[in-house]
Structure formats: C-alpha cells, structure tokens
C-alpha cells in the first residue's frame, strides 16, 4: 500500500489546464464542474436530465446551494446529454447518485450506468484518459465493478476521489476541502489527479489505495452519523435530569479531543449521505459475515428520535385528529433545499396518519417537498403556520429565531432559541 501525504501550495498555471467532463450534475457533479472550471479548467457537464442541462448552460443553478448560485454565472461550463463529450475530455468524473435499495444495501444503477455509457465512448479515444469515481460507493466497488466495465476501452486509469462536502457551503468546501483522499492502483494515474490538485487547491492531499480511499469516505459519514446519535443520547437521558445538552456539548467541545462539531442534539440526522451511507455499511458488513453494532445502534437511535418528538406533542395536544399542526422547516438543514431523507417526510406522515392537518413552511424545500406531498398538506407563511394548534420546528434555518412564539405551544426538533418565550416550549433534548 502505498500512502503519503503532502500539503499542497501551487498556484495555477498554463499548463497545468485540462479539460476534464463531469458526468452527472447533482449535488457533487455540478459543485465539482463549476469547480474546477473556477480553476480555469474546461468543463463539460453531462447529465441525462435535460432541463438540468438547459438549466446549467444559462448558468442557472438547478439547486439551492448559496455558493453555487453565485458561482455558476462567472464560470464557463457546456453541459450536455451527449455522454460522447467526454471524449473531448482528458479527465471524467463519475457523479452518479448511490442511493439505498430497500435493504439498505447500495443501488449501483447511476454509477453502472453512466461508467458504462463512458467505457463505450472511450473505445473510441486514442489518447490516456483518467476516469474518476467520486461518489460514494462501498469498498471493493470502483475495482469490482467499475474497472472491469473499461477492460476495452482503450489506454484508461482510474481513481476513487470522494467528496466530502456539505450541503449549504458545497462549492466552499470543494474550494478548500480539509483533505483530498486520492484512491489509486496505479502512481502515474494518482499523479494525474494530483496535478490537477496541485493547480490552487491547498488542502493536504492524502494518497492511498482504492479500497482504502471508498473507506475512508464511508468511515467519516459513519463516524459523523455517530457523533449526532450519540449527542441525542446524551440529550435524551439530559431531558429526564433537566439538563441542557446545548451546554453540555459546548462544555465537551472545549476539548481538543473531541470538537464542537456535528455534537448538535435533535431529531436526528437525514439528507441524501448519512442515512444511506451508514446502511450501506451495514450492509456490506452483513454481506462478509460481521454485524456492526455500533452503526445499527446508531441507526436505530436516529430512526427513534422523531417518534420522541411526536410523543412530545401528545403530551401538550392528546388527540391529533381534526387538530391543526404547524411544521416549521422541511429541508433535512438550513441552507439547502434538499429534502431527500428529511425528517420532516416522517414526521408529517405521522401527523397524516393520525388525522391532522398540517400546514408547513420552509424559506427554500417548499418546491421539493410538494412533489412529495402534492396535496396533503397546506404550504404557508410562518405566520399562517404560527396560528396552528402546535408548531414542531423541524429544521434550524435562522429565520425562525425572529419570530414571535408567544402565547404558543411549540415542540422543537432543533434547539430554536427564540422559541423558549413560547406559552408552552418543549424541546426535544433539553
Ligand atoms: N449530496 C451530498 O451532500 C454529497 C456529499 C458527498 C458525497 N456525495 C455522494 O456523491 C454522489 C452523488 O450525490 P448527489 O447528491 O450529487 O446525487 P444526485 O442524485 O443529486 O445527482 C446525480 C446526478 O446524476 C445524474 N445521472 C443519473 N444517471 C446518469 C447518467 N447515466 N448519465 C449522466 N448523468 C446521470 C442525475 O440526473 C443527477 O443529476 C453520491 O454517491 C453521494 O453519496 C453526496
């Protein structure tokens, strides 16, 4: 195995330019295009969404990330669903969606799919062509699955480079990543990728093996998910003592040791990678005969706290039948308008399932949330919302710390200061 790691401090240069194609324009593919094309490398976008397409080449960000809005109308990206650009390519990155089937295991399809659609273009390129795997896909895949697919397509390397970026600052994090894992088999096709890292990026590279570098990415989501289990452990045994856990976890984060991060106490974690992340983990330890506790636990803990939050309700409002519940935030965080594994889908249902109305606001997962919900709730302003019989805040977008929560009841998911001056307040961990 052959690791290093190295801090990197070049500048860009010349010559150091590639033109490199992104397929798939999700979260990561369109925040790693307008990346590197703020790099002063040529892009191309592909993806088989077309209004996507129509979308990025007038420079219009199809997602809420504030970054990227802002980004994408000074850079010079061609998207296109022709998977035959890349051949104009020296450098593909593989974007695909990893979902979870419905044993939690990893859904391969949009990562089997567009490698496939690439191995065919590339039978046709004369020159060395580096392809890239940058989503998330479990140890053992990228050589597993993905090599064999470019057996006889030409002179091509390939290497895993996961993203670690967050929803809400994705392009600022892509800028300035607290590490670059470069998972390769081969040193002259990680020499490529770092290159290209070289030109203006700062983080410490760190390069290793294929199947340690999918780790790697698996690892940290995991151990990210554990942390907020565990803080809502701790928060929930805090509630019973009548103990802040907000001060309690700042009082752990003085330490070094353990940080202040991602020690946030709530309803849990969602979004599109921890959930699925961690049941990919376990999954694929199931399939080689270990049983990962810890992350079932995890899991588990994270699948219980909004059946707390409900049970929180109750106590303030027995019967939801009839009754007008009020949700304050739908995105799974602040700063995004994703609500793919939102906790609010779970808890509305829940609502729904026992005869309340519910009417809903959220600054920017409206829209998203509609198609999830097309009729079954109402969508509002905060202050329609405010007029409810109870409010649940589900999501801590800033905005929600200026409204006026007097003379209300309200359970809160997400740890909203302001809402304390409520009638009746309950929160979920403290
Ligand atoms: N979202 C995040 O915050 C985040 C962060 C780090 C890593 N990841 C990982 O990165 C990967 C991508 O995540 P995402 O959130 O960007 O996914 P996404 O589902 O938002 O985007 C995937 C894109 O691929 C496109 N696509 C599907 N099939 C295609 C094909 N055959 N050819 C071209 N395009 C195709 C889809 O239309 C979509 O635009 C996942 O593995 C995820 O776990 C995500």
């Given at each position: 195995?052959?690791?290093?790691a190295?801090?990197?401090?070049?500048q860009?240069?010349?010559d150091?330019?590639?033109?490199?194609?992104?397929?798939?324009?999700?979260?990561?593919?369109?925040?790693?295009?307008?990346?590197f094309a703020?790099?002063?490398?040529?892009?191309?976008?592909?993806?088989?969404?077309e209004?996507?397409?129509?979308?990025?080449?007038?420079?219009?960000?199809?997602i809420?990330?504030?970054?990227?809005?802002?980004?994408?109308?000074?850079?010079?990206?061609?998207?296109?669903?022709?998977h035959?650009?890349?051949l104009?390519?020296?450098?593909s990155?593989?974007?695909?969606?990893?979902p979870?089937?419905?044993?939690?295991?990893?859904?391969?399809?949009?990562i089997?799919?567009?490698a496939?659609?690439?191995?065919?273009v590339?039978?046709?390129?004369?020159?060395?062509?580096?392809v890239?795997?940058?989503?998330t896909?479990?140890p053992?895949?990228?050589?597993?699955?993905i090599?064999p697919?470019f057996?006889?397509?030409?002179?091509?390397?390939?290497?895993?480079n996961?993203?670690?970026?967050?929803?809400?600052?994705?392009?600022?994090?892509?800028?300035a990543?607290?590490?670059?894992?470069?998972?390769?088999?081969?040193?002259a096709?990680?020499?490529?990728l770092?290159?290209?890292?070289?030109?203006?990026?700062?983080?410490?590279?760190?390069?290793?093996?294929i199947?340690?570098a999918?780790?790697?990415?698996y690892?940290?989501?995991?151990?990210?998910a554990t942390r907020v289990?565990?803080?809502?452990?701790?928060?929930?045994?805090c509630?019973?003592?009548?103990?802040?856990?907000?001060?309690?976890?700042?009082?752990?984060?003085y330490?070094?040791?353990?940080g202040?991060?991602?020690l946030?106490?709530?309803?849990?974690?969602?979004g599109?990678?921890?959930?699925?992340?961690?049941?990919?983990?376990?999954?694929?330890?199931?399939?080689i005969?270990?049983?990962a506790?810890?992350?079932?636990?995890?899991?588990?803990?994270?699948?219980?706290q909004?059946v707390?939050l409900?049970?929180?309700?109750?106590?303030h409002?027995?019967?939801?039948?009839?009754k007008?519940?009020?949700v304050?935030?739908?995105a799974?965080k602040?700063?995004?308008?994703?609500?793919?594994?939102?906790?609010?889908i779970e808890?509305?249902?829940?609502?729904?399932?026992?005869?309340?109305?519910?009417?809903?606001?959220?600054?920017?997962?409206?829209?998203?949330f509609?198609?999830?919900?097309?009729?079954?709730?109402?969508?509002?302003?905060?202050?329609?919302?405010?007029?409810a019989?109870?409010?649940?805040?589900l999501?801590?977008w800033d905005?929600?710390?200026?409204?006026?929560?007097?003379s209300?009841?309200?359970?809160?998911?997400?740890?909203?200061?302001?809402?304390?001056e409520?009638?009746?307040?309950?929160?979920?961990c403290?």
């Amino acid at each position: 195995m052959d690791m290093e790691a190295k801090e990197t401090e070049l500048q860009p240069s010349e010559d150091k330019k590639k033109t490199i194609s992104v397929i798939g324009l999700g979260v990561v593919g369109l925040t790693t295009a307008v990346g590197f094309a703020l790099k002063g490398h040529k892009v191309i976008g592909i993806d088989i969404d077309e209004e996507k397409v129509r979308q990025v080449n007038k420079r219009i960000c199809p997602i809420y990330e504030p970054g990227l809005v802002k980004a994408i109308e000074n850079v010079e990206i061609t998207a296109t669903t022709d998977h035959g650009a890349a051949l104009k390519s020296d450098i593909s990155f593989i974007c695909g969606g990893t979902p979870s089937r419905s044993d939690g295991s990893i859904d391969l399809f949009y990562i089997d799919t567009p490698a496939r659609q690439l191995a065919e273009v590339l039978k046709a390129k004369k020159d060395r062509h580096l392809v890239v795997v940058r989503s998330t896909i479990v140890p053992g895949t990228t050589e597993g699955v993905i090599v064999p697919l470019f057996r006889n397509s030409g002179e091509v390397a390939i290497c895993a480079n996961p993203e670690f970026l967050r929803e809400g600052t994705a392009i600022e994090d892509f800028l300035a990543p607290d590490r670059i894992v470069i998972g390769e088999n081969d040193r002259a096709a990680g020499d490529i990728l770092c290159k290209l890292y070289d030109n203006g990026f700062k983080s410490p590279i760190y390069r290793t093996d294929i199947k340690t570098a999918e780790m790697i990415k698996y690892a940290s989501n995991a151990f990210l998910a554990t942390r907020v289990s565990f803080i809502n452990e701790i928060g929930n045994i805090c509630k019973e003592l009548g103990i802040d856990v907000y001060k309690v976890a700042r009082g752990m984060g003085y330490d070094k040791r353990i940080g202040s991060e991602y020690l946030s106490a709530g309803i849990g974690f969602g979004g599109f990678c921890l959930p699925k992340d961690i049941a990919a983990l376990i999954a694929k330890s199931r399939e080689i005969g270990h049983r990962a506790r810890i992350l079932e636990e995890v899991s588990n803990l994270n699948k219980k706290q909004p059946v707390r939050l409900l049970k929180l309700l109750k106590k303030h409002v027995p019967s939801l039948k009839n009754k007008t519940i009020g949700v304050l935030g739908l995105a799974f965080k602040p700063g995004t308008d994703d609500v793919r594994s939102s906790k609010a889908i779970e808890i509305i249902q829940a609502l729904l399932d026992e005869g309340a109305r519910v009417v809903a606001y959220d600054p920017r997962a409206i829209a998203n949330f509609m198609r999830l919900f097309p009729s079954e709730i109402e969508f509002a302003s905060p202050e329609k919302v405010l007029a409810a019989d109870a409010i649940l805040i589900l999501t801590e977008w800033d905005e929600f710390n200026s409204l006026d929560y007097r003379s209300k009841i309200v359970i809160d998911g997400r740890m909203i200061a302001k809402a304390k001056e409520a009638r009746i307040y309950e929160g979920i961990c403290w």
